[in-house]
């Protein structure tokens, strides 16, 4: 180690290059920064990781990877993680659990344009990492893009294009990165980003298929819970109306639930509206989920709603442990009324 910090290169938009069937993860990422940016505040390491992907082929296994790296690098004052931004906020969820405890800050970036093209936003966001990087408050994990710091846990994509691509619809941000980097002064902060640190210090093994997430919808089939099943999902998210109801008249449905169930299914009410969260039994419609004992999802975004039951999945003795655990944030990703 020789430099202040460590950039690990999942891939992503950021440093993506034009090829024959349009953009496409390259490597040999840090003399491409170096290049274009030669007067970069504090000196860093960049490791790429292989594969380098675009971030729509994440699986949950690639944040074993991710993870790994970040603890075999604890040494450096901190490490930004360079991201595509379709999954950016599953994977800053999933480090918040696993990596939130360590003691130096995790800042994850990318950018909606590559390096090298015009008018790119991949500068700035780099710029103002590594700036966070120097001023953060303590460990944690933030999601530094587009002008705006987030919480890892609480960030969504909110943009396809705009260079705003990312915010936290139901927390406050952290700060802002222009036109001068300035973080919220609050005891709390630093508080809510720290996760619980794993005394052994190994990365949990993540099954892809453990969750599935569901969106409710007018028509949507009873099958889709059996198929869920048949997986070999452990858990299912379902995104529900308002706060927390589906179409409890709908027999085959609420059949394919109970079988869920009575395998040894967990399921979690988690709303699909932006912002709010899940009250179950408010209403009658929301009544039979409560009923069958779903597991409220509180204020969680879908990605971190995702990403914790991945973790407690994977870190919990078994499911009765996990239930029990679930109403308690790990590290601030939800709040509790």
């Not at 990422?29 to 994440?58: Q, T, W």
């Not at 994509?157 to 802002?176: E, T």
């Not at 039994?281 to 971190?304: C, I």
Request: proline share 6%; glycine share 10%.
């Amino acid at each position: 180690m020789v430099s202040d910090y460590l950039v690990i290169n999942t891939g992503g938009t950021f440093g993506m290059l034009e090829g024959p069937s349009g953009l496409a993860p390259a490597a040999n990422l840090k003399a491409r920064i170096e290049a274009l940016m030669p007067n970069l505040s504090g000196s860093f390491d960049l490791i790429d990781l292989e594969p380098l992907i675009d971030s729509s082929n994440l699986m949950p296994a690639l944040w074993q990877i991710v993870a790994q790296a970040v603890l075999d690098n604890r040494a450096y004052r901190g490490i930004i993680v360079i991201h595509g931004t379709d999954t950016l906020a599953y994977t800053s969820s999933a480090l918040s659990f696993i990596c939130g405890g360590i003691a130096l800050p995790i800042v994850v970036t990318g950018s909606q344009k590559p390096l090298e093209q015009a008018g790119t936003d991949a500068i700035a966001n780099l710029q103002a990492s590594l700036a966070l990087l120097e001023t953060a408050p303590g460990s944690g994990v933030y999601v530094c893009f587009g002008g705006y710091i987030l919480q890892g846990n609480r960030a969504r994509k909110v943009s396809v294009h705009s260079y705003q691509g990312f915010d936290s619809p139901n927390a406050p941000r952290l700060g802002l990165s222009e036109p001068v980097l300035r973080l919220v002064d609050s005891p709390s902060v630093s508080e809510h980003l720290q996760g619980r640190s794993r005394p052994d210090e190994q990365v949990p093994v993540f099954m892809n298929q453990a969750v599935t997430m569901l969106l409710i919808y007018p028509g949507f089939p009873a099958t889709l819970i059996d198929a869920a099943l048949q997986s070999g999902a452990q858990a299912i998210v379902l995104l529900t109306y308002g706060s927390g109801n589906l179409p409890s008249e709908d027999r085959a449905l609420m059949l394919a639930l109970e079988r869920a169930v009575e395998a040894g299914v967990i399921l979690v009410n988690l709303t699909q509206c932006a912002t709010g969260h899940v009250e179950q039994g408010v209403y009658e419609a929301g009544s039979p989920l409560q009923r069958l004992g779903a597991l409220e999802g509180f204020d969680l975004t879908p990605e971190a709603a995702f990403a914790r039951m991945h973790y407690l999945l994977a870190t919990c003795a078994d499911k009765k442990a996990v239930v029990a655990a679930w109403p308690q944030p790990l590290c601030g990703e939800f709040t509790l009324r």
